[in-house]
């Protein structure tokens, strides 16, 4: 166990993540579900007492995300396994002793759902005075079904400002985007930095200043590394308050088969984030492209890479110039485009996302979602960056080299690039250079689909 012990002042999990993470120093989390309370318990305490650095997940069951109660009911009468933990159909005094004597000042716990009508779980997360949540009315709306995007804002515009009132209990609510996963692949870092900058615009508006912006590792390092400076700064230009940190997901796209493959991009996107300066990890395990991970496969991942974290640290290279000054690159000239062509849209983000989708300004590759415009159109290029090879009503104007002609993308294309970066990590040593990877499909994440993608 390598928790912190002197915190001068009780943590909440914003507060914590920022102190503790940063500089080379890595907070890492599991995405854990289970649906008894003694098992959600059992694996909060061995990620607790894991020999990492690390904040505890209590990832809700698909029925509490959808707000099925009948479905949820029946399932729990009969006895039926649920992918996540139903907060809402417990007792809140189960699940508070499931927390009592783990959550603690240097164990803070999030719950983490995947909700486009998320009331319930706030309500559920306010009376248990649980401080930390995640999703955002873009990204737990599009990649998840069919709920209006409008609909979902209107949902998350009331739930956050429900979730705002706890800091009247004597708690600071957190909150992180998962805008920078969206479909989990496929989609251009711009897109990804500038959808994670406008949902923590809408925490903030709605009451919840303590956030985190979020960013999935893609195809090619560098760019990734890029795309993480692009975010960073947007954030220190936009955001009203400077309580906010950077989580990096391990890759959220079709995942690596074999042990070796799975460890080797784990320890890739560990690196990313010490690099990147970034605070905090999601990782993933060894069964994430076959099932649910055990207990025992989320300590073993955390503890991984914690060990890639402090090899990165004692490695790193001092970030290059361009890094250094993101205004420079691509990604954050396209991703501030962006931002500020949604933002000029309405002066609240939330009518302003509704009306840049509308508009195409906000369009995501190979989603099928109703109110995606569905124009624009993604590739891995021959070094194994992703690339846009069809813009569509993006208004990027001259500030990206997209192509001057849409980039044909046929079905055996997608299928590659889909599963390019399994490819490569599974390949003998699990590294094979990127541009000897050629071109590299689309789901809605290659982690456990019983859990979807947060």
């Not at 846009?388 to 104007?397: N, R």
């Amino acid at each position: 166990m390598q928790q912190p012990g002197n915190i001068a002042q009780p943590g909440d999990f914003g507060g914590f993540v920022r102190w503790a993470g940063g500089d080379g120093r890595l907070v890492v989390q599991p995405r854990m579900g289970f649906d008894a309370p003694g098992r959600m318990r059992a694996g909060l305490a061995a990620t607790k007492a894991a020999r990492a650095l690390t904040v505890g997940t209590v990832t809700l069951d698909s029925y509490t995300r959808l707000g099925d109660d009948d479905a949820l009911a029946e399932a729990l009468a009969h006895g039926r396994e649920l992918n996540g933990y139903p907060i809402t159909a417990h007792d809140p005094a189960v699940t508070s002793r499931m927390l009592a004597g783990i959550r603690d000042r240097t164990f803070p716990v999030q719950v983490r759902h995947g909700s486009a009508v998320p009331q319930h779980i706030f309500a559920a997360l306010i009376d248990q005075r649980i401080d930390a949540s995640e999703g955002g009315p873009v990204s737990y709306c599009l990649p998840y079904g069919r709920t209006p995007l409008a609909d979902s804002v209107h949902n998350w515009a009331a739930g956050v400002r429900r979730f705002a009132a706890l800091r009247d209990l004597g708690a600071e609510p957190h909150l992180e985007t998962f805008g920078g996963c969206l479909l989990g692949q496929l989609c251009p870092p711009s897109l990804l930095v500038a959808v994670s900058v406008l949902e923590a615009l809408f925490f903030h508006r709605h009451g919840v200043r303590d956030v985190s912006v979020s960013y999935a590792q893609q195809t090619h390092p560098a760019q990734d590394r890029e795309a993480v400076a692009a975010l960073r700064r947007l954030c220190a230009e936009l955001l009203p308050a400077p309580t906010w940190h950077v989580v990096i997901y391990t890759y959220m796209g079709l995942y690596p088969v074999t042990e070796h493959g799975a460890y080797g991009l784990l320890g890739d996107a560990a690196a990313l984030a010490v690099h990147t300066g970034a605070e905090r990890l999601i990782v993933k395990t060894v069964a994430e492209s076959r099932r649910i991970p055990t207990i025992e496969e989320n300590v073993a991942a955390l503890e991984a890479a914690a060990r890639s974290a402090r090899t990165a640290a004692r490695g790193a290279a001092a970030p290059t110039r361009q890094e250094s000054a993101a205004t420079d690159s691509e990604t954050y000239q396209e991703a501030a485009a962006l931002v500020h062509a949604v933002l000029d849209l309405h002066p609240d983000p939330g009518e302003a996302l509704v009306r840049a989708f509308a508009r195409g300004y906000l369009d995501v590759p190979w989603c099928l979602h109703p109110d995606n415009r569905g124009r624009t159109r993604s590739y891995i290029d021959g070094d194994g960056r992703l690339c846009w090879a069809d813009t569509g009503s993006l208004p990027l104007g001259r500030t990206t080299a997209h192509p001057a002609a849409p980039r044909r993308i046929g079905s055996a294309d997608l299928h590659a690039d889909l599963h390019h970066v399994q490819r490569r990590y599974d390949a003998v040593g699990g590294h094979l250079p990127i541009a000897a990877a050629g071109t590299a499909e689309i789901t809605g994440g290659g982690n456990s689909p019983e859990l979807g993608n947060n």
